[in-house]
């Protein structure tokens, strides 16, 4: 019998997680808010399975029985027979907490939960899960079904076997996992974030076009997508709670985010999901 994953949220890394684990063998619980947004969720999983499908990636057999095993909902008690919960809303930590106390009063007291959050505090978003020694944080990246990095990042009452089991599950869905102190950003956003805020201040103080930026940095220091290109991938949006919480985490200058990543979330400028971020898609 397979292993029964939950996924509350059914946005970009819901889905990627959901088809990740799905592709896995696992059995799939995705919730949303309503169930148009967890029909879209869905639609996106099958949509993706297909074009796996169409480049010879997944044989048409494997699509279906993997579609066999997804639920979509509204509900969370739907999630209730899941050994596994990983939150996968927006990054606002109210937001956040809510959706993780509804989470741990459905499932056993043993399910292993998790929040896909890429900079918040695991250890304040604890205080709202039930037994909150079986929460970490499980942190994938964007596109999930490609990136192979997934941080696990202990809160201030994870046991240590809660992180052993976090570790697992990465291993079990091909994914290779580091484990990471809480702190602001964890690893890879604190290093990676700073870099695009800066190419956004690039942009805003007219130092060089757009292209040249992403060129600039692919050809003279080998990155295989220019800052700003990444920035639309990651969503301009996220990028910029991710700097919010930086500067008003550490209290440093240097992260102060970049006002033009203010203005573009305004205007709903979001990068690839809205088809206008810094390009045009």
């Known amino acids: 019998m397979s292993t029964m994953m939950g996924i509350a949220g059914?946005?970009?890394?819901?889905?990627?997680?959901?088809?990740?684990?799905?592709?896995?063998?696992?059995?799939?619980?995705?919730?949303?808010?309503?169930?148009e947004l967890a029909g879209k969720g869905y639609e996106a999983v099958a949509g993706s399975l297909a074009r796996g499908v169409e480049r010879g990636?997944?044989?048409?057999?494997?699509?279906?029985?993997?579609?066999?095993?997804?639920?979509?909902?509204?509900i969370y008690d739907l999630l209730s027979g899941c050994e596994v919960v990983i939150e996968a809303v927006a990054e606002n930590i109210e937001v956040k907490k809510q959706v993780l106390s509804s989470v741990s009063a459905v499932v056993s007291k043993d399910a292993l939960l998790g929040s896909n959050t890429s900079s918040l505090s695991i250890s304040e978003m604890s205080l709202a899960v039930r037994n909150p020694e079986r929460f970490c944080g499980i942190h994938f990246f964007n596109p999930v079904p490609v990136m192979k990095l997934v941080e696990i990042i202990p809160g201030e009452r994870t046991r240590a076997d809660t992180v052993d089991r976090a570790v697992d599950l990465c291993r079990k869905l091909g994914k290779t996992p580091v484990t990471v102190r809480e702190s602001p950003g964890f690893i890879v956003n604190r290093l990676l974030c700073?870099?695009?805020?800066?190419?956004?201040?690039?942009?805003?103080?007219?130092?060089?076009?757009?292209?040249?930026?992403?060129?600039?940095?692919?050809?003279?220091a080998n990155h295989p997508i220019g800052p700003l290109a990444l920035a639309d991938l990651v969503g301009i949006d996220v990028l910029y709670a991710i700097m919010d919480v930086l500067y008003r985490e550490f209290g440093d200058p240097k992260y102060r985010p970049c006002p033009i990543l203010k203005d573009m979330v305004e205007v709903g400028h979001l990068g690839r999901k809205t088809g206008q971020g810094f390009f045009t898609y």
């Open 10 to 35: 059914a946005g970009t890394m819901g889905r990627g997680m959901a088809e990740t684990a799905l592709l896995a063998g696992f059995s799939v619980v995705m919730i949303d808010i309503n169930a």
């Open 57 to 74: 990636r997944i044989t048409p057999e494997h699509m279906t029985s993997a579609l066999g095993r997804l639920t979509v909902g509204a």
């Open 194 to 220: 700073p870099l695009m805020n800066e190419a956004a201040y690039l942009v805003m103080e007219g130092v060089a076009s757009r292209q040249d930026i992403d060129t600039a940095m692919k050809l003279g």
